[in-house]
């Protein structure tokens, strides 16, 4: 089935400063990858999603590409702030009804 | 802006007994999902449901679950007989194409 892997598994940035996540999956099938933020004590929030006929989707300081070639994809913050502290998952959508397999999360840290 | 929602936000059980979490899922959505997620671990699959059936399941979700939308509206899923490792934060999403919204999540804890 399918696997992701997500690195890394913590990222301490300045404010200001841009953070990547990048990602990994197995199953070249897949067309479809989300992500997600989850705060604490909460479920994971959709930020931004990217589908396999694109390349590169913006949306202000978020953004995410997709190598389908090389089967991996990336989410880009720029100028992070404190609140952009949190959990990441990059997700690969891994059966034919659309369940998601997550990867193991990204604790990304914001200092001003 | 439509959310899902589930009950209760917390849930402490003893071992062995049944438990029900409760879902909401967002009125207009047709597909409907739990996933569960052990502290400090990744969210992990365990069922899909749509027309009123389960359309995937993964191999956490054994013969213990079992999920049912008893109305137009809830979405349920049943741990029959509970176990520790059952302890995790349960999340119900619900979705109308790829986008899957989720839950603030059921905090179960087994004893």
């Known amino acids: 089935g399918e696997n992701v892997e997500q690195h890394p598994s913590t990222l301490s940035v300045q404010e200001g400063d841009s953070a990547v996540i990048k990602c990994t999956y197995s199953?070249?099938?897949?067309?479809?990858f989300p992500w997600y933020k989850q705060e604490l004590g909460k479920g994971p929030q959709l930020i931004i999603d990217?589908?396999?006929?694109?390349g590169e989707k913006k949306d202000q300081r978020i953004a995410v590409t997709l190598n389908k070639t090389a089967k991996h994809f990336s989410l880009h913050i720029t100028e992070t702030q404190p609140e952009d502290s949190a959990v990441y998952f990059c997700?690969?959508?891994?059966?034919?009804?659309?369940?998601?397999?997550f990867g193991k999360g990204t604790k990304l840290s914001v200092k001003p | 802006e439509p959310e899902v929602t589930q009950t209760p936000s917390h849930q402490v059980t003893q071992m062995g007994q049944e438990v029900i979490l409760r879902c909401v899922p967002i009125?207009?959505?047709?597909?409907f999902y739990w996933y569960r997620q052990i502290l400090g671990q990744k969210v992990e699959f365990l069922v899909s449901?749509?027309?009123?059936?389960?359309?995937?399941k993964s191999e956490i979700f054994d013969d213990q679950f079992s999920v049912e939308r008893p109305d137009g509206s809830n979405f349920t899923l049943k741990i029959r007989s509970t176990k520790l490792e059952d302890s995790a934060m349960y999340f119900c999403?619900?979705?109308?194409?790829?986008?899957?919204?989720f839950g603030p999540g059921t905090r179960l804890t087994v004893l």
């Open positions: 997700a690969s959508e891994g059966g034919s009804q659309g369940n998601l397999i």
């Open positions: 199953d070249s099938a897949s067309n479809y």
């Open positions: 999403a619900s979705s109308s194409d790829s986008k899957q919204f």
């Open positions: 009125s207009n959505h047709l597909y």
């Open positions: 990217i589908r396999s006929n694109v």
């Open positions: 449901f749509y027309n009123n059936e389960i359309s995937e």
